[in-house]
């Protein structure tokens, strides 16, 4: 199972799967004991869907790709929780009811679930709380906080778009302290300087990769063009574009989309491309984006260390 060189594997916390403000608040109001037997209660009675459902839906329906590694899935989902098992219960059941095909589940009873993504070879840890996403992030883990979002997902579109900000998701954040060093003529400066020169992987660099693996796969199997489709959409302009495009050259990796945008709002791109999610490390450009796609929150690097605003 620890072998997940050909699977992507994706941890998702129970609070982005499902919408747990409900049971959330009699926890926090009543206390642990009313919340066993809130829970208890309601084990029959499905939790709303997340954020992230749509998503997570989608990933999983890529298994259709090879569907006789029902014990060793291409695509992975690991259900994360600080629940116990009993009060894990009804969390499993709602998965069952969505007919999500989820065969590992993790309950912590009030630990840090995202501590054992290592454990599983975790490509991408999504949680609804922030403060266990920054903690992730500051343990190495790959991770986003899913925020809140008025987009209604289409569920007659079948597609799986995926899109990501390059800078401080992808790539490590070296680009904003040139920024932040010399302005953006001194950033420019250093990357004509380096245009055969590979950044260094960010946080999400491992799940690009896993997932263009997979969309490999999908193009062997169908003989040509499948449901996933990935974009970047970064604020970077010509002619600091060839280096992002070198570096993902390097790792192997070619995109559907690349879009620079000079700094341009990025939600008026987000609007026509319609990703099924979307990653960014600043809140600014998330703010525009979640009014049309699950946007989620990549707390990596100087812009989300005080350092720069």
């Known amino acids: ?85 009993v009060t894990g219960l009804r969390i499993m059941r709602s998965v069952e009811h969505y007919g999500l095909p989820v065969i590992r589940a993790v309950f912590t009873s009030g630990a840090a679930p995202f501590a054992y993504c290592p454990a599983f070879g975790v490509s991408l840890f999504l949680s609804w709380d922030e403060a266990s996403v920054r903690a992730a992030i500051q343990a190495g883990v790959p991770a986003g906080q899913v925020l809140a979002s008025a987009h209604a997902d289409d569920a007659e579109d079948e ?68 449901r996933l489709r990935v974009a970047v959409i970064t604020a970077r302009s010509v002619p600091a574009h060839e280096r992002a495009i070198n570096t993902l050259r390097t790792w192997g990796v070619e995109v559907d989309d690349m879009f620079f945008l000079a700094g341009a709002d990025k939600g008026n791109v987000v609007e026509v491309l319609r990703p099924h999610i979307y990653f960014d490390d600043q809140t600014s450009h998330l703010t525009s984006t979640r009014r049309f796609a699950p946007s989620v929150h990549v707390p990596f690097g100087m812009r989300n260390a005080g350092t720069l605003e």
């Open 159 to 226: 597609g799986v778009r995926i899109a990501f900000d390059f800078d401080g998701v992808l790539a490590d954040d070296e680009a904003e302290e040139a920024f932040a060093a010399g302005g953006i003529a001194g950033f420019q400066h250093h990357e004509a300087q380096r245009l055969s020169v590979p950044h260094n992987p960010g946080p999400l660099q491992g799940f690009l990769t896993g997932v263009a693996a997979l969309q490999r796969k999908e193009r062997e199997v169908l003989g040509g063009p499948g």
């Open 1 to 85: 199972m620890n072998d997940t060189s050909d699977r992507l594997v994706i941890g998702v916390a129970s609070s982005a799967l499902f919408d747990l403000r409900k049971p959330d608040a009699v926890f926090l109001e009543e206390g642990p004991q009313a919340y066993h037997r809130f829970q208890d209660e309601h084990l029959d009675d499905p939790l709303p869907a997340g954020v992230a459902m749509p998503f997570i839906s989608r990933m999983l329906k890529l298994n259709y790709l090879d569907p006789s590694r029902v014990d060793d899935p291409l695509v992975d989902v690991i259900v994360m929780s600080r629940n116990s098992a």
